[in-house]
């Protein structure tokens, strides 16, 4: 991100974003631009996060202001939140203007700085952290909201966990949206959205049993059954009547002749069938644009269209990016917790590409990393692995008991450089948990 | 058969039980077994992980059982699974091992609370009660200097419990705490060793604790195979020693949060 003056967005005169605002929603927006301004002016990031603290500081009120009479959608998960925003905003942006939080700064004042410069009809596509979903929810009256997965993600907090599908359930409950569309096959979100009146259910195959998590109604065991041909699964509890519900949509293997390997379609209980194109990788991107689809459709979209955008996303906030380091083809993935860290190496190019793989554990990783016994590591025997970052001896440990070969670098470009003179092809993975991979995507634009 | 005998005469596999994984695996323990089997392993000894999940039988003739960390609901579950007279009471009283973490160890004391504080009967094979306090939960680097009697260097962990573990008078511990809370009376770990043959040994090491404590892998180990820790074949601990020494240096510098240090810039933004 290149902090240049040029950057710092014009204070607007005659009509703007901002007219339909009173005195005081104006003011504040002005005050977060001029702090986010010298923010940018001192090398100290983008600045719209600490702008927007000034703003919502002056005025508590403003992302209420600022979401005016547009129609707001709020997408929430432990995992892939940005991804399946950047999904749903594109497949909207066909049906007209959309404003959407698109570097994941997904707090209140992350929402406001995204809002401050919109267009007030655009709708609003926010990805929301999970923690503030029953306060951006009070504050924006969102018509959709979208609800993906629960699972740990920092350790040393895991048993908030089940306290936020709780949080999640009695919002739900108490301020009704039109409509919540939710991932059937995540018992907790299943617990979550249950208590809102209108649920779209989106079964996409798509969850982490391995968390010690038992059943959100009675705390009893969840069996898991096994995935079918067609790769749908179900799952009840055995010792209460809670269990996955009939979904409205859900995502299948793409099992027609000539089907790429590995893809898949989205069918509707109405006979819609669909296959999706996508550019993003993995499986669990499946299931992330079957959610924004249902969204998008449930929202006014057309499938066709909305469906043919989501293959237009290919680089989410520098995530799934390749770029060169140190003279090396570096493709760049985000994993933040076991489940994410599962769903990364399914991603990987086959052995023997080389891997680097950078842990930190500050506090917004979880200051635990005993979650990497959680991951199956053992899935990289075969390839070369260079382990960085703050947590890199715990990494090598963990690698040595999953029979792996390994080595410790200090910096990216020479862990790069070690990786690159073990790789056929001059292309290394990366995956890089929160902190690690935030570095990274500054280190790499500059 | 005794420890000694099963160490000897071994010819099958040192099976290793993991105990309800589905419910006491939040933090990572299951890496414990992990840990064990390759020590067995890399040392020439067939050994094996026999994953026991809550509603299954457990088999009593296991040689090693682990149970891990988990969250209050399921940690009632798992002691109900357990029982206060069951399959694991039978192995021990046999010459069977027990390493249990966090929730694992306050579920194998007479007793722990429950989420609302209610005393929940544990399976009685360590002399503690865990019992919930006013006090802050305990999050954080947990360092222990272990009574000279176990020959062991110093441990590390990180810790994540909201009980207080009490010590009845037949509970031995690991040692003084040199940072973090532990049992909550400046001592950490439980071992009971009067139950017939076997060891139950009780930590609030995660990390996994037998990760980042290879010596105490080891110990256990032993005593599984009827052998001094020091008998048993040497291995290449060289990366676990710089983990090891990278967590003492942290906790020396008064970072018990195990977070690395932040820049003024983090500071100012409270960026982490």
Known sequence: MSPTPEAVPPLRTGTGPTDHLGLRSKAAIVAGRGVAGVSRLANLGSGSVIGGRVSLALDGDLLGSLVGGREVALVSATNGKTTTTHLLAAALLRHGPVVTNSLGANMPAGIVAALADADPAARAVLEVDERWLDTVLAQAGPSTVLLLNLSRDQLDRSHEVRKIADTWRETLGRLPTERVVANADDPLVVWAASSAPTVVWVGTAAHWTNDASGCPACGGRIEFGIAGISGTTTWRCTDCEFAKPDPDWWLELDTDEGAPAGGHVVVRTDGTRRRLDLALPGRVNAANAAMALAAAVAMGADVERAATALGTVSDVAGRYRTVAVAGAQLRMLLAKNPAGWQEAIAMLAPAPQPVVASINARIADGRDPSWLWDVPFERLQGRFVVALVERRHDLAVRLRYAEVDHAIAETLAGAVRLAAGRSETGAVDLIANYTAFQDYRIEVEE | ?272
Not at chain 2, 176 to 191: F, Q, R, S, W, Y
Not at chain 2, 202 to 210: I, N
């Open chain 2, 1 to 272: 058969m005794t420890a000694a005998a099963r160490g000897a005469s071994r010819e099958s596999a040192v099976r290793i039980g993991l105990l309800f994984p589905a419910l006491l695996g939040t933090y990572g323990d299951g890496g414990n077994a992990v840990v064990l089997q390759k020590r067995l392993e890399w040392r020439g000894i067939p050994a094996e992980i026999v994953e026991i999940d809550a509603g299954s039988a457990v088999p009593a003739t296991l040689d090693l059982y682990l149970l891990g960390g988990g969250e209050d609901g399921p940690q009632t579950e798992a002691a109900r699974a357990l029982g206060t007279d069951g399959p694991v009471h039978r192995a021990v009283a046999d010459g069977a091992v027990v390493f249990a973490v966090c929730a694992g160890m306050q579920i194998m004391g007479t007793s722990f609370a429950s989420k609302d504080g209610t005393a929940v009967p544990g399976a009685g094979l360590l002399d503690c009660t865990t019992v919930k306090t006013d006090e802050p939960r305990a999050v954080g680097e947990l360092l222990v200097t272990p009574d000279p009697a176990w020959g062991l260097p110093r441990l590390t962990g990180f810790e994540n419990h909201g009980g207080r573990t009490r010590l009845g008078p037949d509970a031995r511990t690991l040692g003084p705490v040199d940072a973090g809370v532990g049992n909550g009376n400046g001592t950490e770990g439980v071992l009971n060793i009067d139950l017939g043959r076997g060891k139950v040994l009780g930590s609030y090491l995660h990390g996994p604790g037998l990760a980042r404590n290879p010596a105490l892998a080891d110990l256990l180990l032993g005593w599984v195979l009827g052998v001094d820790r020091g008998d048993l074949a040497p291995l290449d601990d060289t990366e676990a020693d710089l983990l090891r020494a990278q967590r003492f240096s942290a906790v020396d510098r008064g970072n018990l949060d195990g977070v690395a240090e932040r820049s003024w810039k983090d500071r100012l933004f409270g960026r982490n």
